[in-house]
């Protein structure tokens, strides 16, 4: 059982930044991918990043690809999403989630259904 709080949402106009959090508890996670995804009404749920929890290794949609940054730190049990010259098209709900991989398959995953834990989402507002 994994607990998921993301944090760091905001209103900025289009160029700034913002950084997510995404404080994890309940377990180790030595084996398992931290995501995030975004949201917007009435559309679908979108693949945004993705990091290795052990590995620190990072896999990003082409979107972002460029302008937003992984990390995780390991002593806080938390992962962020630095995101730089943010664009209008970014406004969503952002959340993270949390899946096991296996040694046979890859740390990354595009697709919700692979992802076992879900935060509740922090609002990104960006404005033109």
């Known amino acids: 059982q994994v607990e998921l709080v993301e944090s760091g949402g905001g209103l900025v106009q289009a160029g700034g930044s913002l950084r997510l959090s995404c404080a994890a508890s309940?377990?180790?996670?030595?084996?398992?991918?931290m995501g995030w995804f975004r949201q917007a009404p009435g559309k679908e749920r979108e693949f945004v990043a993705v990091?290795?929890?052990?590995?620190?290794?990072?896999y990003y949609a082409e979107p972002v690809k460029g302008r937003f940054t992984m990390s995780r730190d390991n002593a806080k049990n938390t992962v962020y999403l630095q995101m730089n010259s943010l664009k209008p098209e970014d406004t969503a709900v952002y959340y993270c989630?949390?899946?096991?991989?296996?040694?046979?398959?890859?740390?990354?995953?595009?697709?919700?259904?692979?992802?076992?834990?879900w935060g509740q989402g922090t609002q990104v507002t960006v404005s033109s």
């Open positions: 990091i290795s929890w052990r590995g620190g290794l990072t």
């Open positions: 989630a949390t899946r096991y991989y296996s040694a046979s398959s890859s740390y990354y995953s595009e697709v919700p259904n692979d992802y076992d834990y």
């Open positions: 309940g377990r180790t996670f030595g084996s398992y991918a």
